[in-house]
């Protein structure tokens, strides 16, 4: 890097003392702590007339280990040079066989000495050849939208600058560098520099020229900048409209033109427009407008919207909202940094399918695309700037660059850069200054320049609490507790008394909340229970929308992901990268299904006698005359009526009571049978077609009580085999060695699970620091033994005969255990279980210390299952805290499809408050029915599963291993936040519970 270009580090002069060090320049220029050079003045990302010329495609690229290694050999003007290869630009170079990726959550992966990087630090020299028509003449600029983490930018061999903000856009002026005819655009990619120390987001280290690189004509009385100002007055109804359209920093003369609304008035000046429809996220309102001087015009969408904060209440026009988020981070499996637009729309409409209305850019500015169409969709964004140190904590935030004077003028760089790109959009209501960078005046001076710069916006930072120069206060992960008394206004108060009045009077967000790490996230309708009862809560960001897993191909030629220390890392933040509603696919993963109905913006609620059902509309702006409202009525899996009901539009916020046709329940003719009443859209939108599903309401009838059998079997003796029915047990032990046709290869109590990624995690506020996974493994759930006390016949009421088998299972080393009797008894076809649990020893005291994971059985058949069918909760699974998206129906999938293909194997697929279910055998039909129970169904042990760090591992054996829970601990949200709540916590207790099963032989 020139000298000229150079901010020198404080020991950087010595080396350069050596004629020998070469390279002094350059390590000392990726060492520099100063915004980037030569750039031109950040500006808003403007649709023109102008010409423009996508240089996009394949470039040259060379790979050095470090700036040291990189030959000063004149690369920079082109040519057909060896040792270079073809490497497409937008792309991460590590995606593409260059370099491995590298995952840290919060540790560097280099030593923290900034703002220096070690000598290690992947280099890469690109080079692109176009050609420049005389469109481009006599001015123009080059943009790059994205380049990890510094670029150095020549073209034809002239130096014109350097880039520091991975995500954000600097542009260069070409004019007098640019020839008519062949150029040579030539960047160098550094890795890491002391940049890096103020982009520690949680996510893959992937260097490269990620988004895209544009050579953009300047004409003669062109337009640089325009800034829209679009309010709305709710009291009058009146849009208020003043565009500042500049030049060189200069208001220039401008030409507004608003065609729908008839409109041309000259820029600069205020405009009060009556009847205007303004813009939210649920009626994203939008009129088209042109900019123009003699020599360009730009276009814009202008929605009109004004932000306030009142009585500690966020309000848009007037309104207070809230917001039902989600953390997004941009990641594609096998492209890396580079999401192609088409997977952008892609995911923004699965947000909304989903009732998701706001998103919170993590922890970045996103391509500037996104913007446009969270404006055109409809999301709430908060904007973040790219911005987080968070490595420092562990060393008590030394050397943190939000508190380091010499870091100030970088820092309001990345602040202006990501302010000055994305004014325009009404979907941005607040901006971020960053995330997890401690504290600091350099977080108070980005503030103040964006308060100056737009104060229609309030300012958003969540890492410190005393909230001195933000508008909102945030937290990560508070509990639902503490959530509570935030609503409330009654938290805990600050020392400071000025401070704490402050931050009282404002309206509370959790920027992240309900880690959604594998299985889970638990507790999300307590919280949303919160957010609509107290007007201070603003509502919440689910950490996060999307999985960063890697795309592989493991040897069964299936599609897997991988994630940190998968690619050799030397320190690594493991499957932490792997935590999401969607997978890295975009595929929903449960706890988006869940989420959906959370958060789902009507309450409809059936009359327990299917006479009607009441409605709550809890849209802030939208009545509900774009729905439709439908019944259905399915009875032993089979619909017997239907239709749709007119609902005349209600309010936002209001109620209304709606009949429903008589004689609904009288169809059923007394079989189980489901009532569901569904809000489906009428037309088609941007976001989805007619009839998609918003929100739904279900009641019962005839559900079946707790399964009899007339237990009118004896037990044969058939010399070592005894014989009840269908069931054949070995007569030394007790155990279930065939039912039916089927052998049965295991049947044993259980009170382990394979733990989710939230049961590893450390419970916030738990008084046990250790994760309830490491619990139960030092008690010793997952190895327990079984002693025998005694097999023995009773007689039973209907004539026949009870086969008792009683045991205790404990673990080695403890003394505590349980009591397990299971009781067998037949009417000659069926065969029933009855098993009662009985903790043995102190157990309220010294044993047992530890909650249980479940209460059930595990019997392991002889044969593969085809597939499953059930009465119960579905189609996806569920938990005693998660499922909230699962109706009470009649349900068949394959067995491929009960389990849920998280990227670390862990406990999930249970199918839960099932009454009946049947497993279709090689060898025939296994029917189960209880009241009710958790059903899950794997072809593998769940010693397999426990021991599996990747999808690739679980090989079927040939067998089925069901699970049969009476009883399950809940999910929580550990991973990252509060653990399980006490309601759904399975603290060890006596449990009964039996099951009655079916056999049918196959012909």
């Given at each position: 890097?020139?000298?000229?270009?150079?901010t020198?580090?404080?020991?950087?002069?010595?080396?350069?003392?050596?004629?020998?060090?070469?390279?002094?320049?350059?390590?000392?220029?990726l060492?520099?702590m100063?915004p980037?050079q030569?750039?031109l003045?950040?500006?808003?990302?403007?649709?023109?007339?102008?010409?423009r010329?996508?240089?996009n495609?394949?470039?040259k690229?060379?790979?050095?280990?470090?700036?040291r290694?990189?030959?000063?050999?004149g690369?920079q003007?082109?040519?057909?040079?060896?040792?270079?290869?073809?490497?497409?630009?937008?792309s991460?170079?590590p995606?593409?066989?260059h370099?491995t990726?590298?995952?840290?959550?919060?540790?560097?992966p280099f030593?923290?000495?900034?703002?220096?990087?070690?000598d290690?630090?992947?280099?890469?020299?690109?080079?692109?050849e176009?050609?420049a028509?005389?469109?481009y003449?006599?001015?123009?600029?080059?943009?790059f939208?994205?380049?990890?983490?510094?670029?150095?930018?020549?073209?034809?061999?002239?130096?014109?600058?350097?880039?520091?903000g991975?995500?954000l856009a600097h542009?260069?002026?070409?004019?007098?560098?640019?020839v008519p005819?062949?150029?040579?655009?030539a960047?160098?990619?550094?890795?890491?520099?002391?940049?890096?120390?103020?982009?520690?987001?949680?996510?893959?280290?992937?260097?490269?020229i990620?988004?895209?690189?544009?050579?953009?004509?300047?004409?003669?009385?062109g337009?640089?900048?325009?800034?829209?100002?679009?309010?709305?007055?709710?009291?009058?109804?009146?849009?208020i409209?003043?565009?500042?359209?500049?030049r060189?920093?200069e208001?220039v003369?401008?030409?507004v033109?608003?065609p729908?609304l008839?409109?041309?008035?000259?820029a600069?000046?205020e405009?009060?427009?009556?009847g205007i429809?303004?813009?939210s996220?649920?009626?994203p309102?939008?009129y088209?407008?042109?900019?123009?001087?003699?020599?360009?015009?730009?276009?814009?969408?202008?929605?009109?919207?004004?932000?306030?904060i009142?009585?500690?209440?966020?309000k848009?026009?007037?309104?207070?909202i809230?917001?039902?988020?989600v953390?997004?981070?941009?990641?594609?499996?096998?492209?890396g940094?580079?999401?192609?637009?088409?997977?952008?729309?892609?995911?923004?409409?699965?947000?909304?399918?989903?009732?998701?209305?706001?998103?919170?850019?993590?922890?970045?500015?996103?391509?500037p695309d996104?913007?446009?169409?969270?404006?055109?969709?409809?999301?709430?964004?908060v904007?973040?700037c790219?911005?987080?140190t968070?490595g420092?904590e562990?060393?008590?935030w030394?050397?943190n660059?939000?508190?380091?004077p010499?870091?100030?003028?970088a820092?309001?760089?990345?602040?202006?850069?990501t302010?000055?790109r994305?004014?325009?959009?009404?979907?941005?209501?607040?901006w971020?200054?960053?995330?997890?960078?401690g504290?600091?005046?350099n977080?108070?001076?980005?503030?103040?320049?964006?308060?100056l710069?737009?104060?229609?916006?309030?300012?958003?930072?969540?890492?410190?609490?005393t909230?001195?120069?933000?508008?909102?206060?945030?937290?990560m992960?508070?509990?639902?507790?503490?959530?509570?008394?935030?609503?409330?206004?009654?938290?805990?108060?600050?020392?400071d008394?000025?401070?704490?009045a402050?931050?009282?009077?404002?309206?509370?967000?959790?920027?992240?909340?309900v880690?959604?790490?594998?299985?889970?996230?638990?507790?999300?309708?307590?919280?949303?229970?919160?957010?609509?009862?107290?007007?201070?809560?603003?509502?919440?960001?689910?950490?996060?929308?999307?999985?960063?897993g890697?795309?592989?191909?493991?040897p069964?030629g299936k599609e897997?992901?991988?994630?940190?220390?998968?690619?050799?890392e030397?320190?690594h933040d493991?499957?932490?990268?792997?935590?999401?509603?969607?997978d890295?696919?975009?595929?929903?993963?449960?706890?988006?299904?869940?989420?959906k109905?959370?958060v789902?913006?009507?309450s409809?609620?059936v009359?327990?006698?299917?006479?009607?059902?009441?409605?709550?509309?809890?849209?802030?702006?939208?009545?509900?005359?774009?729905?439709?409202?439908?019944?259905?009525?399915e009875?032993d899996?089979?619909?017997?009526?239907?239709?749709?009901?007119e609902?005349?539009?209600?309010a936002?916020?209001e109620?209304?009571?709606?009949?429903?046709?008589?004689?609904?329940?009288?169809r059923?003719?007394?079989?189980?049978?489901?009532?569901?009443?569904?809000?489906v859209?009428?037309?088609?939108?941007?976001?989805?077609?007619?009839?998609?599903?918003?929100?739904?309401?279900?009641?019962?009838?005839?559900?079946?009580?707790?399964p009899?059998?007339?237990?009118?079997?004896?037990?044969k003796?058939?010399?070592?085999?005894l014989?009840?029915?269908?069931?054949?047990?070995?007569?030394?032990t007790?155990?279930l060695?065939r039912?039916?046709g089927?052998p049965?290869?295991?049947?044993?109590?259980?009170?382990?699970?394979a733990p989710t990624?939230?049961d590893?995690?450390?419970?916030?506020?738990?008084?046990?620091?250790?994760?309830v996974?490491?619990?139960?493994l030092?008690?010793?759930?997952?190895?327990?033994?079984?002693?025998?006390?005694?097999?023995?016949?009773?007689?039973?009421?209907?004539?026949?005969?009870?086969?008792?088998?009683?045991?205790?299972?404990?673990?080695?080393?403890k003394?505590?255990g349980?009591?397990a009797?299971?009781?067998?008894?037949?009417?000659?076809s069926?065969?029933s279980l009855?098993?009662?649990?009985t903790?043995?020893?102190?157990?309220?005291?010294?044993?047992w210390?530890?909650?249980?994971?479940?209460?059930?059985?595990?019997?392991v058949?002889?044969?593969p299952?085809?597939?499953?069918?059930?009465?119960g909760?579905?189609?996806?699974?569920?938990?005693?805290?998660?499922?909230?998206?699962?109706?009470?129906?009649?349900y068949?999938?394959?067995?491929?499809?009960?389990?849920v293909?998280?990227?670390?194997?862990?406990?999930?697929?249970?199918?839960?408050?099932v009454y009946?279910?049947?497993?279709e055998?090689?060898?025939?039909?296994?029917?189960?029915s209880?009241?009710?129970?958790?059903?899950?169904?794997?072809?593998?042990?769940?010693?397999?599963?426990?021991?599996?760090?990747?999808?690739?591992?679980?090989?079927?054996?040939?067998?089925?291993y069901?699970?049969?829970?009476?009883?399950?601990?809940?999910?929580?949200?550990?991973?990252?936040?509060?653990?399980?709540?006490?309601?759904?916590?399975?603290?060890?207790?006596?449990?009964?519970?039996s099951?009655?099963f079916?056999v049918?032989q196959?012909?």
């Amino acid at each position: 890097m020139p000298a000229e270009l150079t901010t020198t580090s404080h020991d950087a002069s010595a080396a350069a003392e050596s004629d020998l060090d070469l390279a002094a320049e350059q390590v000392a220029g990726l060492a520099s702590m100063a915004p980037p050079q030569g750039t031109l003045a950040a500006r808003a990302h403007l649709q023109s007339t102008a010409p423009r010329l996508s240089l996009n495609g394949d470039w040259k690229f060379r790979l050095h280990p470090g700036i040291r290694q990189a030959p000063q050999d004149g690369w920079q003007e082109g040519g057909d040079r060896p040792g270079f290869g073809d490497l497409p630009v937008p792309s991460s170079w590590p995606m593409h066989g260059h370099g491995t990726p590298w995952y840290t959550n919060v540790q560097f992966p280099f030593p923290v000495e900034p703002p220096h990087v070690p000598d290690a630090n992947p280099v890469g020299d690109l080079f692109f050849e176009f050609a420049a028509g005389p469109e481009y003449f006599p001015a123009a600029l080059l943009r790059f939208d994205g380049i990890e983490s510094a670029g150095t930018v020549w073209l034809n061999g002239i130096l014109l600058g350097t880039t520091r903000g991975s995500r954000l856009a600097h542009e260069f002026d070409v004019t007098g560098v640019l020839v008519p005819g062949a150029n040579v655009l030539a960047v160098q990619v550094a890795q890491f520099s002391a940049a890096s120390y103020v982009e520690d987001q949680d996510m893959w280290w992937l260097p490269g020229i990620f988004r895209d690189v544009t050579l953009q004509a300047r004409p003669v009385e062109g337009i640089d900048d325009v800034f829209v100002h679009a309010d709305f007055d709710h009291s009058t109804g009146e849009g208020i409209l003043r565009l500042e359209v500049s030049r060189a920093g200069e208001p220039v003369a401008a030409v507004v033109r608003v065609p729908e609304l008839g409109l041309e008035l000259p820029a600069g000046v205020e405009h009060r427009l009556p009847g205007i429809a303004p813009w939210s996220a649920e009626l994203p309102r939008l009129y088209d407008a042109t900019v123009s001087t003699t020599g360009e015009t730009v276009s814009a969408q202008l929605g009109f919207r004004t932000i306030s904060i009142e009585d500690a209440e966020f309000k848009v026009n007037g309104q207070r909202i809230l917001l039902r988020g989600v953390n997004r981070h941009e990641h594609h499996p096998k492209l890396g940094r580079v999401v192609p637009r088409e997977v952008m729309e892609r995911e923004l409409r699965l947000m909304k399918q989903h009732n998701i209305n706001a998103i919170r850019t993590s922890h970045y500015p996103p391509h500037p695309d996104f913007l446009a169409l969270a404006d055109q969709l409809g999301f709430y964004v908060v904007l973040e700037c790219d911005l987080e140190t968070h490595g420092f904590e562990e060393g008590g935030w030394r050397q943190n660059p939000s508190a380091d004077p010499q870091w100030q003028p970088a820092l309001v760089d990345r602040m202006s850069r990501t302010v000055e790109r994305d004014k325009n959009h009404a979907s941005v209501i607040m901006w971020s200054l960053g995330n997890e960078a401690g504290t600091g005046e350099n977080l108070a001076a980005m503030s103040r320049w964006t308060k100056l710069r737009d104060p229609s916006r309030p300012i958003h930072y969540e890492g410190d609490w005393t909230s001195a120069y933000v508008d909102v206060y945030s937290r990560m992960y508070a509990s639902q507790a503490e959530t509570g008394l935030i609503g409330q206004g009654v938290e805990p108060p600050l020392d400071d008394a000025g401070l704490d009045a402050r931050r009282r009077a404002m309206p509370f967000v959790l920027c992240e909340y309900v880690h959604a790490m594998g299985n889970g996230p638990g507790g999300m309708s307590e919280y949303q229970e919160l957010f609509e009862r107290y007007p201070r809560l603003m509502g919440g960001f689910v950490w996060e929308w999307l999985e960063h897993g890697i795309a592989r191909t493991g040897p069964d030629g299936k599609e897997h992901f991988v994630y940190g220390g998968d690619f050799g890392e030397e320190v690594h933040d493991g499957n932490f990268v792997t935590d999401g509603l969607v997978d890295a696919n975009r595929v929903p993963r449960p706890g988006l299904l869940d989420f959906k109905k959370v958060v789902e913006p009507l309450s409809i609620v059936v009359a327990a006698d299917w006479s009607g059902f009441s409605l709550t509309n809890r849209f802030d702006f939208a009545d509900t005359s774009a729905l439709e409202f439908r019944y259905v009525v399915e009875a032993d899996g089979v619909t017997v009526d239907g239709g749709s009901v007119e609902v005349a539009p209600v309010a936002p916020h209001e109620s209304a009571h709606v009949r429903l046709p008589a004689g609904l329940l009288e169809r059923t003719a007394l079989s189980p049978a489901v009532l569901t009443v569904s809000a489906v859209l009428k037309q088609d939108t941007a976001w989805a077609e007619a009839g998609h599903e918003l929100a739904w309401g279900q009641e019962s009838a005839n559900v079946p009580a707790a399964p009899k059998l007339e237990a009118t079997a004896g037990v044969k003796v058939e010399g070592d085999l005894l014989r009840l029915g269908p069931a054949v047990f070995e007569r030394s032990t007790g155990s279930l060695i065939r039912l039916g046709g089927t052998p049965v290869e295991g049947l044993r109590l259980l009170l382990w699970r394979a733990p989710t990624d939230n049961d590893l995690g450390a419970e916030w506020g738990s008084p046990d620091p250790r994760p309830v996974a490491t619990q139960w493994l030092e008690a010793g759930l997952n190895r327990l033994h079984t002693r025998l006390l005694g097999v023995s016949s009773r007689p039973t009421a209907g004539g026949g005969e009870e086969l008792v088998v009683r045991t205790r299972v404990a673990p080695a080393g403890k003394q505590f255990g349980v009591i397990a009797e299971y009781a067998w008894s037949s009417d000659g076809s069926g065969v029933s279980l009855r098993t009662k649990v009985t903790p043995d020893g102190e157990w309220t005291n010294a044993g047992w210390p530890v909650p249980w994971a479940r209460v059930g059985i595990e019997l392991v058949m002889g044969s593969p299952t085809q597939s499953v069918e059930w009465f119960g909760q579905g189609p996806h699974h569920s938990y005693p805290d998660t499922g909230q998206g699962t109706k009470r129906g009649w349900y068949q999938l394959p067995l491929q499809d009960m389990d849920v293909e998280y990227v670390r194997p862990q406990e999930s697929g249970a199918r839960s408050g099932v009454y009946r279910a049947a497993l279709e055998f090689d060898g025939g039909r296994l029917t189960v029915s209880g009241q009710p129970f958790a059903l899950t169904v794997r072809p593998y042990s769940l010693e397999v599963l426990d021991a599996a760090t990747h999808r690739p591992a679980l090989v079927p054996d040939g067998r089925s291993y069901v699970y049969l829970d009476h009883v399950v601990h809940g999910v929580g949200t550990a991973a990252c936040g509060p653990g399980v709540l006490e309601g759904y916590r399975l603290e060890p207790r006596e449990a009964d519970f039996s099951f009655v099963f079916g056999v049918t032989q196959s012909t």
